[in-house]
Nanobody, 124 residues
Framework: QVQLVESGGGSVQTGASLRLSCALS????????MGWFRQAPGKGREFVAA????????GYADSIKGRFTTSRDNAKNTVYLQMNSLKPEDTAVYYC????WGTGEMTMSPYDYWGQGTQVTVSS
């Protein structure tokens, strides 16, 4: 059974950086498209970033483009979301998700496995 565990969230000030990690167990991250989504208080879950199963193609939401970068380390079976120049509107619970042999879709439905989420809070 595939499990995803996020870490790296925290409380920071505007302009700071954080790196989220998502460790995959029960499978090999190099065969999964990995997506990042977030959910702010009182709002629906929204797409942030994704990479296809081999990590060669990535996509980003317009709101974070140029500030966030997703990457992976196959040897550690882990994917990352590097978040720079954080803004208060980035405050949310961040989730990683996995889709076997996927293409890195921006919608939630293709992803079969989800982590428990990690809280990111950005204060002004």
């Amino acid at each position: 059974q595939v499990q995803l565990v996020e870490s790296g969230g925290g409380s920071v000030q505007t302009g700071a950086s954080l790196r989220l990690s998502c460790a995959l167990s029960g499978g090999f991250v190099g065969t999964y498209a990995m997506g990042w989504f977030r959910q702010a208080p009182g709002k629906g879950r929204e797409f942030v970033a994704a990479a296809d199963w081999n990590g060669r193609n990535t996509g980003y939401a317009d709101s974070i483009k140029g500030r966030f970068t997703t990457s992976r380390d196959n040897a550690k079976n882990t994917v990352y979301l590097q978040m720079n120049s954080l803004k208060p509107e980035d405050t949310a619970v961040y989730y990683c998700a996995a889709d076997l042999w996927g293409t890195g879709e921006m919608t939630m439905s293709p992803y079969d496995y989800w982590g428990q989420g990690t809280q990111v809070t950005v204060s002004s």
